[in-house]
Every structure is written in structure tokens, then in C-alpha cells.
């Protein structure tokens, strides 16, 4: 396998609406202001579920494109992913995620015995830890994404988290425990994203869908759909005006890995030669 130009970490903090992030992200924010990171407010597809935003995320394809209109559908996805696209062109994936991300690109349904520790080179994601549980400690997604990087070095790692989510189910939007449980994802962030780019990773960090008073989302309320995109590293544009879509988020990525590719793009959102690559996509 040949490593990628660059090398990317793509984290998902699920449920985490954008005023939120702006508030509660500090170390994030103090990245921005410093000129290493670049923010940018993006706007859910719909439903904003979490299963179909998974998907879009990861395709490029919206909920009504790809099938996966709710998060009962316990299928593969019929699309192709940044994971397949990473794959076919000889490097190296790797996800801590939530095992609805090994039921879409992987195997379905998810058997945890077989699947909860993958090591495939036959699958699209060929290095895995996947949890069950929405209320898996943050701490341990990090860490396990850590052990990813160290054993493995892959080329695409996607890190996704769900305690913020889960705090806002069981409280609310405007509550202590949502507000603090993005506190606690930003201290984690400021624990491991400096190694991660001193290994030469290029983060994107963002989220699937808002949150509501309700402690819900799926609709069209503004909390539900506005979500954070925050751009990590030396190989973006940080003084970019653009207003990327969600579904330009896999394109970003495959850009970044010098992936051939058809999907939605920003080319704006990059740096220098960068942005020259993924030629045949649209641009924003």
C-alpha cells in the first residue's frame, strides 16, 4: 500500500448543533483564532437523522438519493464511500465509530462478537472498533481511534463519538448536560489532535445533525439542521468564504487523499495544489 499525500482524520461529534460547537469548543475556537483551523457553518440534509447523515457524510449522497431515509434501514449501502474510494486506490481505513458505521459499509446486520474488533483487508473499513452503546465514553472512541492510528497508521480514520447525542436525548438542547458533555469532547480533542497532526493528519471535524428542546431531531428546525464544520490542518484555505454543503464532506476528504472521484466538491475549502485534484466532480 502507498500512503496518501495526505493523510486524513474525518471526527464526527454526533449531535452537536452549531451554536453549541461555537460556545462550548473552546480549544477548537482557540485553533481558529490562531490560524490553524478555519469554522464554517453547514446545514444538515434531511431527515436529520443520524443514519441517513452517516450516510451523506460519507457518499456525498443525500438521504432521498442514497435510500437510507431513517435509521431503521439495517442495510450496506448501494453508494459509493469514501471508504470504498480510499480502498480501491490502495490505502489504508480505519473507523472508532458506532457499529451502524460498520452496518453500512462493512457487513449487515452487526454481530459484536464478529465485528466489534476488525481487521480485514478485504472490507471497505479494514481496520475497526465498533460500539453498541450510545452512552460508550467518549474517552474510549478517542482512545480506540489512538490504538488505530499507532497500529495500523491508516490513511482515512473516521472518529465518531455519540455522548453529546445521548445527552441531548436524555436533556435537551439548552442543558447543562449537553452543553458540558461538548465540554468534555473539546478537552479530548485538545488532547489528541496536536499528536495527530504532528503525525501528519489533516482533521475535518463536524457533526451529523442538531439537536432540539424536545431532546429529538429529524425535522427542519434550525437547531436540528445547523451543524459545525471545522477545518483542521495546513492543507486548507483557512481564509475560505465558502459555505460548503454536508454533502461535499466526502469529496473534501477524497480530495485531500488524491482519490479520482465524481463526488460534490469544494475546492475553495483547500490549500494550494490540493484543491487542483478530483477534476471531474462539481464544484461548489
Known amino acids: 500500500m502507498q500512503p ?48 441517513p447523515l452517516y450516510e451523506c457524510i ?16 439495517q442495510r450496506l449501502s448501494n453508494q459509493t464511500s469514501l471508504f470504498h474510494l480510499a480502498q480501491s486506490a490502495g490505502l489504508r481505513t480505519a473507523a472508532a465509530a458506532y457499529h451502524w458505521i460498520s ?5 449487515a446486520p452487526f454481530e459484536a462478537k464478529r465485528d466489534r474488533l476488525t481487521i ?24 480506540d481511534a489512538e490504538q488505530l492510528v499507532r497500529r495500523y497508521q491508516p490513511d482515512l480514520l473516521v472518529v465518531h463519538p ?20 461538548a465540554r468534555q469532547a473539546d478537552s479530548l480533542l485538545a488532547d489528541f489532535v496536536p499528536d495527530w497532526l504532528a503525525a501528519g493528519y489533516q482533521i475535518v471535524l463536524t457533526s451529523d445533525h ?49 482519490i479520482s472521484h465524481d463526488k460534490p466538491r469544494c475546492p475553495e475549502l483547500l490549500a494550494g495544489t490540493v484543491a487542483e485534484a478530483g477534476t471531474e466532480a462539481t464544484a461548489c
Open 4 to 51: 496518501a499525500p495526505h493523510r486524513v482524520i474525518l471526527i464526527i461529534l454526533d449531535g452537536l448543533a452549531w451554536p453549541v460547537a461555537q460556545q462550548t469548543l473552546g480549544y477548537v475556537q482557540g485553533l481558529c483564532a490562531a490560524g490553524l483551523a478555519s469554522s464554517h457553518r453547514l446545514q444538515c440534509e434531511l431527515p436529520s437523522l443520524s443514519r
Open 210 to 258: 442538531g439537536m432540539n428542546d424536545d431532546g429529538s431531531h429529524g425535522g427542519t428546525l434550525t437547531e436540528e439542521r445547523d451543524v459545525p464544520l471545522y477545518l483542521i490542518g495546513s492543507a486548507f484555505n483557512h481564509a475560505s468564504q465558502s459555505t460548503p454543503q454536508q454533502t461535499e464532506l466526502c469529496g473534501l476528504c477524497a480530495d485531500l487523499l488524491a
Open 162 to 181: 455519540m455522548n453529546i447525542d445521548d445527552a441531548g436525548h436524555q436533556h435537551g438542547l439548552n442543558s447543562a448536560a449537553y452543553r458540558n458533555s
Open 103 to 107: 452496518e453500512l459499509y462493512n457487513r
Open 58 to 73: 460519507l457518499t456525498g449522497s443525500t438521504p432521498i438519493q442514497s435510500g437510507v431515509t431513517h435509521n431503521r434501514v
Open 120 to 143: 480485514d483487508n478485504q472490507l471497505p473499513i479494514q481496520y475497526g472498533l465498533f460500539y453498541q452503546r450510545d452512552d460508550y465514553p467518549d474517552d474510549h472512541v478517542f482512545l
